[in-house]
């Protein structure tokens, strides 16, 4: 029976022995917790050399939910304290000394006190470091959300073609956008050598127009001619009784623009856009200087760079802007050039062919009439041999002008060719056709002419030829052939009169 003892005690004594070596592995401390005394105590036990009396524990009670639950570090410790209280029960003989346990249990306590406090001096650090990298990723968070809405306003300035849109644009899209206080764009008046104020957001204009600004000073001198970026920040306590006149400036743009920090950034876009369209020029200017308020003092460097990214694309798209606007009214100046004649401003002859036949498709749907005058210049060749080529074209010039200013809106005039002139009157049938011809027909011929006298009916004189769409005909060819005979028939009846095409 002292042997059954004893042999259920030495298990007991290496199942603890055993789970301080674990625990202590864990903690990193293992030969710390291990006194020599228990170490020499599992050897001889394996010996059969010594032999524990104490009351019999049962190993179910702590070392499976040990074992089971390892990872849970309070169920560690309380498992340990455990251990700890029962080593204080311990009666421990080797050799037939007794060894008192207490010291044991002391030595272990003191190690984990200490191990426990570096610890919480560490979860201290730990939590300090969490806090500090949360900020972090949470600013980093919010400096890319500014990028994303930094492509996204940058790229609805790609879309914009009208210039007054595009300035207004900008300051609008950095409160509205990015966020900013307020903003204000400034165009360089490099003639004036100034600066002109263009759009704003949530500044007062009063305010604006008291600001003086000068620009033989730092920072503006650097802005215009280096182009170099500033942000400045008034946090001068009283800046209203200082001597300094820079403070004083800057305190002013803070009042203006409602904010402590202050971004001067330049605009650089293209110096003459007709140099990069035609001579591949590509010089550049400072055109514009972005001057933008922010409320928070803090990342100032990360939103200076937007602010550059967001000037570089406005730049950009002022040029581009500028080049569009060229080269639309080069193709609107080269497209009139197309379709009108050089010498009386009329539509020429191409224009009136795609024109008369769009207009007789319409009338075809619609089941309308149209007609059509051709007009011509009595005894012209005989002007021109008279008084020459330049009174010559002073006469068609007046001619034209004549029959801008007696037709309607909806007509269109042509110079056919030489000293012919062409009608295409929309909606109007043979009857009004003749009415306007034989206005236009009297008006020439009581406009005073330089050397009219000179000529055969003793004044300058027109004939016309009359046809209608779809009377007369249905084929644009037909139709003026049709008004060219009654026109001959005008010249053949003496000139100076109005016939209809038969």
């Not at 984990?112 to 406090?117: A, F, K, L």
Request: hydrophobic share 40%; net charge neutral.
């Amino acid at each position: 029976m002292h042997f059954r003892q004893h042999q259920l005690e030495t298990i007991m004594l290496k199942n603890i022995i055993n789970t301080l070596k674990m625990i202590g592995a864990m903690l990193h401390f293992q030969k710390k917790l291990m006194p020599a005394e228990l170490m020499q105590l599992y050897s001889g036990s394996e010996q059969g050399s010594a032999y524990v009396a104490a009351p019999l524990l049962r190993r179910n009670s702590w070392i499976d939910s040990f074992y089971a639950r390892l990872t849970d570090i309070r169920i560690l410790f309380s498992n340990l304290f455990q251990i700890l209280h029962n080593i204080g029960q311990l009666r421990i003989y080797t050799k037939g000394r007794l060894i008192d346990t207490r010291d044991i249990q002391d030595k272990i306590s003191q190690q984990m006190q200490t191990t426990m406090r570096k610890f919480a001096e560490e979860n201290r650090t730990l939590e300090k470091d969490n806090t500090f990298l949360k900020n972090v990723i949470q600013q980093e968070r919010n400096y890319a959300q500014m990028l994303i809405r930094l492509n996204n306003a940058t790229q609805n300035l790609f879309t914009i073609t009208d210039r007054k849109v595009l300035l207004r644009t900008v300051t609008t899209s950095l409160c509205e956008d990015l966020n900013f206080t307020s903003a204000v764009l400034w165009v360089y008046d490099k003639s004036e050598q100034r600066l002109i104020p263009i759009s704003w957001a949530n500044v007062s204009h009063e305010m604006l127009q008291r600001l003086s600004i000068s620009l033989d000073k730092r920072p503006y001198s650097d802005l215009i001619t280096h182009r170099k970026s500033y942000f400045l920040v008034d946090d001068t306590e009283i800046p209203d009784q200082t001597d300094n006149s820079a403070l004083q400036h800057i305190h002013e743009l803070s009042r203006v623009l409602e904010s402590p920090v202050i971004f001067l950034i330049p605009i650089v876009s293209l110096h003459n856009p007709k140099n990069m369209v035609e001579n591949f020029n590509g010089e550049v200017e400072t055109s514009a200087i972005l001057m933008v308020g922010k409320q928070e003092t803090t990342r100032l460097m990360e939103s200076k760079e937007i602010l550059q990214r967001y000037a570089y694309s406005a730049g950009l798209t002022l040029g581009n802007v500028d080049i569009y606007n060229y080269l639309h009214e080069n193709y609107r100046s080269l497209k009139q050039q197309a379709i009108t004649d050089g010498l009386t401003g009329l539509y020429n002859r191409r224009f009136f062919n795609e024109e008369l036949e769009r207009e007789m498709q319409r009338s075809y749907r619609h089941f309308l009439r149209m007609s059509l005058i051709l007009l011509d210049v009595d005894h012209f060749k005989k002007y021109n041999d008279s008084n020459g080529h330049q009174a010559g074209d002073e006469v068609l010039k007046k001619v034209a002008a004549i029959l801008r200013e007696q037709t309607r809106v909806c007509d269109l005039e042509c110079r056919y060719g030489g000293e012919e002139f062409a009608l295409i009157l929309p909606e109007t049938n043979k009857e009004q056709a003749l009415v306007i011809a034989e206005k236009l027909r009297h008006t020439v011929e009581t406009t005073y002419f330089e050397h009219q006298e000179k000529q055969p009916l003793g004044n300058l004189t027109v004939s016309m030829g009359v046809a209608t769409f779809p009377d007369d005909s249905i084929q644009i060819k037909e139709l003026i052939e049709k008004a060219d005979k009654g026109l001959y028939k005008a010249k053949e009846l003496g000139r100076n009169v109005v016939v209809a095409a038969e």
